[in-house]
């Protein structure tokens, strides 16, 4: 079944590193995926994972994948105050014509 | 490029009234969709299409209804607006039939409020 879950609220502050966790239920998955919405916008693909890795490094992004846990998560290091948003994860199934996103994670960064 | 437009951006309607949500985009994109986003729910996907002529429901189908005459355009239409589609509506869309490969990232228009009162 597709269904990801996320926590609600997370804050931290200027120059701090984030962790912001998303859990799945579909091991079938094949992508997961972080987004970012910024107030007022439309979500904006930040990173993403292929379900055969562990981990994958994007400048201040670092996404860890937990397969046997089902777990993922976004790091953001020196967090600044343009990353408060919302931040959603979603994963998408082989052969399934559609993505499943989390509820969403909002991050606001204290100055 | 424009990227994914929608329009309009708010919109107010009065419960039993119809009106069709507009989505464009200019990227030749196969695969378009339709979400809507609300407090502590995510998003959920209303529809979606992999191609001109084709459509399919996603999560939460129930008093919508949508149509693929072009690649370019997927609107939504609302037959008889409740107030339990009070939301924020999401068109999203990207290359080729099937969303969110690893070149293919769902591209997302900036929505449009929608009220019903």
């Known amino acids: 079944g597709e269904d990801v879950e996320q926590s609600l609220f997370l804050s931290v502050r200027e120059g701090d590193s984030s962790v912001i966790n998303c859990t799945y239920t579909?091991?079938?998955?094949?992508?997961l995926y972080w987004y970012k919405q910024e107030p007022g916008a439309g979500l904006q693909l930040l990173t993403y994972?292929?379900?055969?890795?562990d981990m994958k490094q994007d400048q201040r992004l670092t996404v860890l994948l937990n397969k046997k846990d089902k777990h993922l998560s976004l790091r953001i290091a020196d967090t600044q105050t343009g990353d408060s948003a919302i931040y959603f994860c979603a994963e998408r199934y082989y052969g399934n014509n559609r993505l499943a996103f989390g509820k969403g994670n909002q991050v606001v960064v204290i100055p | 490029n424009a990227g994914v437009t929608q329009t309009p951006k708010f919109q107010v309607l009065k419960t039993g009234q119809s009106m069709t949500l507009q989505c464009a985009q200019d990227?030749?994109?196969?695969?378009m969709s339709w979400y809507r986003q609300d407090p502590g729910m995510g998003l959920r996907l209303i529809h979606y299409?992999?191609?001109?002529?084709?459509?399919d429901q996603g999560e939460v189908p129930n008093g919508y209804n949508v149509s693929r005459s072009t690649t370019e355009d997927f609107p939504l239409r609302l037959l008889s607006a409740a107030p339990s589609q009070t939301s924020v509506y999401f068109c999203a869309s990207s290359y080729g039939s099937s969303p969110g490969s690893y070149n293919s990232p769902l591209h997302f228009g900036n929505g449009t409020r929608l009220t019903v009162t």
């Open positions: 579909d091991s079938s998955s094949t992508y």
């Open positions: 299409s992999v191609g001109a002529g084709i459509t």
């Open positions: 994972i292929f379900s055969n890795m």
């Open positions: 990227m030749n994109h196969e695969y």
